[in-house]
T-cell receptor, first 110, second 117 residues
Framework: EPEVTQTPSHQVTQMGQEVILRCVPI?????FYWYRQILGQKVEFLVS????????KSEIFDDQFSVERPDGSNFTLKIRSTKLEDSAMYFC????????FGNGTRLTVT | AQKITQTQPGMFVQEKEAVTLDCTYD???????LFWYKQPSSGEMIFLIY??????QNATEGRYSLNFQKARKSANLVISASQLGDSAMYFC??????????????FGRGTSLIVHP
């Protein structure tokens, strides 16, 4: 069964550094999402992407965040200058009807 | 605005018994989808089951069934014949079903299920 894949599974970075989280959505899905989950808390929407542009974004998705679909398969989330509070699990998802998640990237900012 | 409420922060069940995890929702959208996800301690989000608001029958997937009561705005997950591997966090989610690409699933706070041997 096709699945969403995310890399890396774990990323440790120093405060102020840039990170790029990578995702390969399911190939025939058209809608892509990034969510994050701070440890022990709820799953929070960051941004949705459709037709090669951002369709919606939350208040969390400020100027330090950006998304790209650099080619036909990859979907990336860039955090420009990481802060301690960016430490979380970041999930990529894609959908036709139901949202299918990748296994997540656990980001730790030290 | 959408709202998902999971009132049970934790649930316990004996192995092989059935358990119901509660979920209520609030939305003004005429058409919407309801989902349940399982998150084991390893952290991944596993899709379990989907119910469309216009589906006539309750969704079932193996040991999972969704008790959808539209008038009460509830979408409870029933797990039959619980197994030790069912121990996990369970999240209820919903989204409007719109055609313009705006489709933002909203998640509840989750219910932690522990299955006892």
């Amino acid at each position: 069964e096709p699945e969403v894949t995310q890399t890396p599974s774990h990323q440790v970075t120093q405060m102020g550094q840039e990170v790029i989280l990578r995702c390969v959505p399911i190939s025939n899905h058209l809608y892509f999402y990034w969510y994050r989950q701070i440890l022990g808390q709820k799953v929070e929407f960051l941004v949705s992407f459709y037709n090669n542009e951002i369709s919606e974004k939350s208040e969390i998705f400020d100027d330090q965040f950006s998304v790209e679909r650099p080619d036909g398969s990859n979907f990336t989330l860039k955090i420009r200058s990481t802060k301690l509070e960016d430490s979380a699990m970041y999930f990529c998802a894609s959908r036709q009807n139901a949202l299918h998640f990748g296994n997540g990237t656990r980001l730790t900012v030290t | 605005a959408q709202k998902i409420t999971q009132t049970q922060p934790g649930m316990f069940v004996q192995e092989k018994e059935a358990v119901t995890l509660d979920c209520t929702y609030d939305t003004s959208d005429p058409s919407y989808g309801l989902f349940w996800y399982k998150q084991p301690s390893s952290g991944e989000m596993i899709f379990l089951i989907y119910q469309g608001s216009y589906d006539q029958q309750n969704a079932t997937e193996g040991r999972y069934s969704l008790n959808f009561q539209k008038a009460r705005k509830s979408a409870n997950l029933v797990i039959s014949a619980s197994q030790l591997g069912d121990s996990a966090m369970y999240f209820c989610a919903m989204s409007p079903l719109e055609t313009r690409g705006s489709y933002i699933p909203t998640f509840g706070r989750g219910t932690s299920l522990i299955v006892h041997p």
